[in-house]
């Protein structure tokens, strides 16, 4: 059972379909991890796949997919704009844990001004509002985070696998799309100014997740700490070191 194989296909399809993807280079080491957890009948494979494209105006998509059983199954997708737009993020981090599962999605912003919330919040409220509704909100999650999300962030823990299945796949489907029209009617940016600021934000935000990825206690369980960190600097959160190359 491959809980989120489907939004993963659904993306690939559509991302080819509405943009010209080529492929992202995906470090060696990265493509397929394997490792096999618990002894006899605990024995379970843990199998990691990254993904990884990019397009004119995007500088990286990328998915991360962790297929373990019935009770580890994660995506996390995050699209990171090329640094002449002021896109924001695309980001879902779908996961299921023997605990249950935790959804996020959300369109991350780089600025919290008006004209930036109309620009990219304003235009998806009917899509946050349709799901919000069936969606019980997911409580806490920490306050330095906080930042990072829109007015649209879609943060919940479903009880059932079946609204991740339906109601859940469908707000990703609504969300891409969403962000895909955003992608299709973005300018370029031209203004010194704003260019530095949107550099800025991004290093920020890119920092932010590469310090304090909630994946790191579980990739460094399954593959060991030398493997995750290059895999969160290397692939993940790559930012930092593609600049400096
Ligand atoms: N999270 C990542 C990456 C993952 C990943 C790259 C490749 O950023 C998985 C894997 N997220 C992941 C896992 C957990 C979480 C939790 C395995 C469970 C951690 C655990 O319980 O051991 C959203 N993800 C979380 C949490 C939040 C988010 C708030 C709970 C963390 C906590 O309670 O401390 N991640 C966070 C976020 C986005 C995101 C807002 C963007 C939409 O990708």
């Known amino acids: 059972m491959s809980l989120y194989q489907p939004f993963l296909d659904y993306a690939i399809t559509l ?26 009948k605990k024995e379970q494979e843990v199998v990691t796949t990254s993904y990884g494209f990019a397009s ?15 009770s580890l199954q994660v995506l996390n ?7 002449n737009y002021d896109l924001p993020f695309f980001g879902a981090d779908l ?7 935790l959804i996020a999605l959300d369109m991350q912003p780089l600025f919290h001004d008006r004209d930036y919330q109309h620009k990219y919040s304003q235009p998806i409220l009917p899509i946050f509002e349709k799901y919000q509704k069936d969606l019980e909100w997911g409580g806490d999650f920490p306050e330095e985070a906080k930042p990072f999300f829109s007015p649209c962030f879609l943060w919940t823990r479903p009880q059932k696998t079946e609204v991740v299945e339906t109601i859940v ?4 489907k609504d969300y891409l799309n969403a962000y895909l029209d955003f992608v299709d009617k973005v300018e370029e940016i031209i203004d010194r100014n704003r ?51």
């Open 169 to 172: 796949f469908s707000a990703f």
């Open 15 to 40: 991302l080819q379909e509405r943009l010209e993807l080529r492929e992202y280079p995906i470090p060696e080491d990265f493509e397929q991890k394997k490792t096999i957890t618990g002894k006899g």
């Open 56 to 70: 004119p105006k995007l500088r990286q998509i990328r998915a991360a997919h962790v297929e373990g059983g019935n």
């Open 77 to 83: 997708f995050v699209i990171f704009p090329e640094l």
């Open 95 to 101: 996961v299921t844990l023997p605990g249950g599962h």
């Open 195 to 245: 260019l530095t600021e949107v550099l800025n934000s991004q290093k920020k935000y890119l920092t932010y997740r590469a310090e304090k990825d909630p994946a790191r206690g579980m990739f460094t369980r399954l593959y060991g700490a030398e493997w995750t960190e290059e895999y969160i600097h290397g692939f993940l959160f790559d930012l930092e070191r593609k600049l400096a190359s």
